[in-house]
């Protein structure tokens, strides 16, 4: 299993950016599928999670940032709008599930995807 996360980059403050995060390999099911990150000097810290019950936020970025998925892509999606500085990060995407091969569960985090916000 392989998780790719892309769409970070250079953005100004109240600016917008979209990541995505393409989960591959035999799966048979995904069950929650997250977005994590990480500043510098600081401990990672859950942004948004998503499962078939729904989704949950961080308190810094509600009303902010939006988690999607694409259960038919194996792909999660993080729309983050009226970006601050202090959301500078690098942003990391994790799932677990269900191989297809032999039902075993997995949990593997994605590399991180650099999003940088300037005042």
């Known amino acids: 299993v392989q998780l790719q996360a892309c769409g970070g980059g250079l953005v100004q403050a109240g600016g917008s950016v979209r990541l995505s995060c393409v989960v591959s390999?035999?799966?048979?099911?995904?069950?929650?599928m997250g977005w994590y990150r990480q500043a510098p000097g600081k401990q990672r810290e859950l942004v948004a999670l998503?499962?078939?019950?729904?989704?949950r936020y961080g308190d810094s970025v509600k009303g902010r940032f939006t988690i999607s998925r694409d259960n038919s892509k194996n792909t999660m999606f993080l729309q983050m709008n009226s970006l601050k500085p202090e959301d500078t990060a690098v942003y990391y995407c994790?799932?677990?599930?269900?191989?297809?091969?032999?039902?075993?569960?997995?949990?593997?985090w994605g590399q991180g995807t650099e999003v940088t916000v300037s005042s």
């Open positions: 994790k799932a677990d599930g269900f191989l297809r091969c032999d039902y075993r569960s997995f949990d593997y």
């Open positions: 390999g035999t799966i048979f099911r995904i069950n929650a």
């Open positions: 998503i499962t078939d019950a729904g989704s």
